[in-house]
């Protein structure tokens, strides 16, 4: 009875194992999804950023980008802890997890806060950073940046084309007539944001504030669905790991 009870116990270990060492590999590839949409976040819209004010957006993505080079790590861990059956390397692997699973929790709460309060942002911030920062010193990456937003979402002016009247750029001597930056045009050519026609630039309902908005709004959902779905799969792994650390004996310290 009692090598029944042994041979039933080292069967059901052998299955812990090759359970958990499926999870860590699938666990390992999760991760390098999640390192890749904080990495396209940041490097791909790092343009847009720069037009937030708040910084929460790109902390999410920043938060995903760590989530998963320490998802890949501690998959690999995972497996050593699982086939050495070593009980010492099960625990760090379990408390690696956790902090884990607290930090894409963490990514997708932001995500979710910055979701509510993004609208109201855009709607004091956008028409303000267009207005007086496009086109001055020290600032050519708002430029490059709205330049990038108006052509990319078809859109002119943040709640629409006639905002570029209070531009403090348009005024000047260096804007030569225009009335709106070029990149506004349908068809972009030097000068042609001399003429605002709808036939010619883009006036779109909303501005670009709505166009921006939609797109923040999809990708924050992107991101909070990714951090809390790794963390939930994550919860099966802690799981299994507490299940493996008890069927192995104490080894000697």
């Not at 861990?77 to 963490?106: H, M, S």
Request: aromatic share 10%; with cysteine; proline share 2%.
């Amino acid at each position: 009875m009692g090598a029944y009870e042994g041979k039933k116990g080292t069967c059901g270990t052998v299955c812990l194992k090759y359970l958990l060492f499926t999870f860590n590999f699938l666990f390992w590839l999760a991760g390098g999804a999640v390192m890749a949409v904080g990495i396209w976040t940041i490097a791909a819209k790092s343009d847009y950023i720069s037009l937030l004010s708040s910084r929460i957006y790109a902390v999410s993505a920043y938060i995903l980008i760590l989530a998963g080079v320490i998802v890949m790590i501690t998959g690999v861990l995972g497996c050593c802890a699982t086939f050495k059956e070593q009980r010492r390397l099960l625990r760090v692997y379990f408390v690696l997890l956790l902090c884990i699973f607290l930090l894409e929790v963490l990514a997708g709460v932001l995500a979710y806060i910055y979701y509510q309060q993004l609208n109201e942002e855009l709607k004091d911030n956008l028409k303000e950073t267009m207005v007086q920062k496009y086109h001055q010193p020290d600032q050519d990456h708002i430029t490059k940046a709205v330049d990038k937003l108006q052509q990319e979402f078809k859109c002119c002016g943040s709640n629409k084309s006639s905002d570029w009247a209070e531009s403090v750029w348009i005024r000047s001597n260096e804007a030569r007539g225009r009335k709106v930056p070029d990149s506004c045009c349908k068809s972009q050519s030097e000068l042609c944001g001399t003429r605002d026609h709808p036939s010619n630039i883009y006036k779109v309902e909303g501005g670009c504030i709505t166009k921006l908005e939609n797109f923040i709004m999809e990708h924050l959902k992107i991101i909070g669905a990714v951090g809390v779905g790794i963390a939930s799969v994550q919860v099966i792994g802690m799981i299994f790991t507490c299940c493996l650390y008890r069927s192995l004996k104490s080894e000697p310290y």
